[in-house]
């Protein structure tokens, strides 16, 4: 029933590993979104993805690679955890690309890095 | 360039009171403006939008809003405040053709029996 999910809901980690968020849509959009929400609640958007291909990708450092299987799924890989990317990522998924295209968004992933 | 700037990182209103949440925005073509609710703990839902259609704006659970070119704004009201309706509030803004949205800091409203 969920129109945007993701696994885990929590992640709790030690610095140095890596580890992975996944999201999947069932709404068939064409386009996925990850945005970071820092500790005082500040959304910004990391990567845009449009049928399967990256088309925004906002100075976020190397260590985070998301991937797109297919239209429904955009997970994202972080390498090297450092204690600044302890944060709550969300997913979030439009019909298109357009302004007017309504984001929605999945119920979020909070990592925090020891 | 976008920005948008939310007056107030809390908000307190007692519960029937109007609820006034206040969003201005900077852009430099036609802007798509948009407010999002955030519960404790989950996503963001979509409140309402503004896509250059009628001024002003109704959404879901009785809020609305009203966009004013000349003052830049898109401030979100409700005529009597629930309980239920606390919660972070998000303004954002996105403008025509391919486009991201950008989001305001958020307003907390506290709602007091």
């Known amino acids: 029933d969920t129109a945007v999910s993701q696994t885990p809901k929590y992640l709790v980690t030690q610095m140095g590993n890596d580890k992975s968020i996944k999201c999947e849509q069932n709404?068939?959009?064409?386009?996925m979104y990850w945005y970071k929400q820092d500790s005082k609640k500040f959304l910004k958007i990391m990567f845009s993805?449009?049928?399967?291909?990256?088309?925004i990708n906002e100075t976020v450092p190397n260590r985070f690679s998301p991937k797109s299987p297919d239209k429904a799924h955009l997970n994202l890989h972080i390498n090297s955890l450092e204690l600044g990317d302890s944060a709550v990522y969300f997913c979030?998924?439009?019909?298109?690309?357009?302004?007017?295209?309504?984001?929605?968004f999945g119920p979020g992933t909070r990592l925090t890095v020891l | 360039a976008q920005s948008v700037t939310q007056l107030g990182s809390h908000v307190s209103v007692s519960e029937g009171a109007l609820v006034l949440l206040r969003c201005n925005y900077s852009s430099s073509v036609p802007p798509y403006l948009f407010w999002y609710v955030q519960y404790p703990n989950q996503g963001l839902q979509l409140l309402l939008k503004?896509?250059?259609?009628?001024?002003l704006v109704k959404g879901i659970n009785g809020f609305e809003a009203e966009f004013k070119k000349s003052e830049t704004s898109f401030h979100l009201t409700k005529p009597s405040a629930h309980m239920s309706d606390a919660a972070e509030y998000f303004c954002a803004v996105s403008g025509e053709g391919y486009s991201t949205l950008t989001f305001g800091k958020g307003t907390m409203l506290l709602v007091s029996p």
């Open positions: 709404l068939g959009h064409d386009t």
């Open positions: 503004y896509t250059s259609a009628a001024t």
């Open positions: 979030a998924s439009s019909q298109g690309f357009y302004g007017t295209d309504t984001q929605y």
């Open positions: 993805y449009n049928n399967k291909e990256l088309i």
